[in-house]
């Protein structure tokens, strides 16, 4: 008989379109605070913005620090004077918070994989945004539970991250259990941290070089044949 997979699944850039609701809320904010060309305050926003979140994943600057010191860091860079970086900030999380960017085809690979697995939504990100995307999208309905780092108070990769959810989950063993995500350096590395295996979801076909996945896939087609076929395999 098949498996009942549990499978830890990862919000942005594995079902939501993190990239384009980023870009949406930056040109959005640029058109509302008459910031200047939209594209290249986003593009901008994009790169500082990911190094932010990279410091944060390395403890080197805390979540709340992020939300205004990038502002700070983008409104220097090109120049714009006399506006509150509180507001805009606040306003940028807002556009985010209401965006319904998904990946082409997550729902329908959502809707196939719930039926006979158990799905957890497992998120590095802000409680109320988080919350508002996976609602006003409407992929909650696939989930059992989704578990976000703010609100649990650790983030991935840390293995106390995984043992809250474990925990909650009331899940003892490892054998059916699997952690989906685009991330090497948060899922795949939380994964090897807590002992438990490994799929990369890799779309942009990053290379992949110190942490390594147990699984890789590059779409949802190979993901969805990928499980199927761990579903048949025996326990160990
Ligand atoms: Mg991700």
Redesign the pocket.
């Known amino acids: 008989m098949a498996r009942r997979l549990t499978l830890l699944i990862?919000?942005?850039?594995?079902i939501l379109d993190?990239n384009r609701s980023e870009y949406e809320a930056v040109c959005k904010l640029a058109q509302d605070y008459s910031l200047g060309d939209g594209q290249a305050i986003a593009l901008e926003f994009k790169r500082i913005n990911r190094r932010m979140w990279d410091m944060f994943e390395r403890g080197e600057i805390t979540r709340e620090e992020i939300f205004y010191t990038r502002f700070y860091e983008l409104f220097d860079k090109f120049s714009i004077k006399g506006q509150d970086v509180v507001e805009v900030g606040d306003a940028y999380r807002e556009n985010v918070a209401k965006s319904t960017c998904i990946i082409r085809g997550a729902r329908a690979f959502l809707a196939r994989v719930s039926k006979d697995n158990d799905l957890y939504c497992i998120t590095n990100g802000v409680t109320r945004t988080q919350k508002l995307r996976m609602k006003n999208t409407r992929l909650d309905r696939y989930f059992k539970k989704l578990y976000i780092s703010q609100e649990i108070g650790f983030q991935k990769p840390n293995k106390d991250f995984f043992d809250y959810v474990l925990n909650d989950i009331g899940k003892t063993d490892k054998d059916d259990l699997y952690i989906i995500?685009?991330?090497l350096s948060?899922?795949i590395q939380g994964g090897i941290n807590s002992g438990i295996s490994t799929i990369l979801f890799n779309r942009e076909n990053k290379p992949i070089k110190e942490v390594v996945p147990d699984y890789a896939v590059k779409n949802y087609r190979e993901l969805i044949d990928l499980i199927d076929r761990l579903k048949q395999k025996e326990k160990a």
Request: proline letters at 0%.
């Open positions: 990862d919000a942005d850039d594995t993190f995500g685009d991330s948060s899922d």
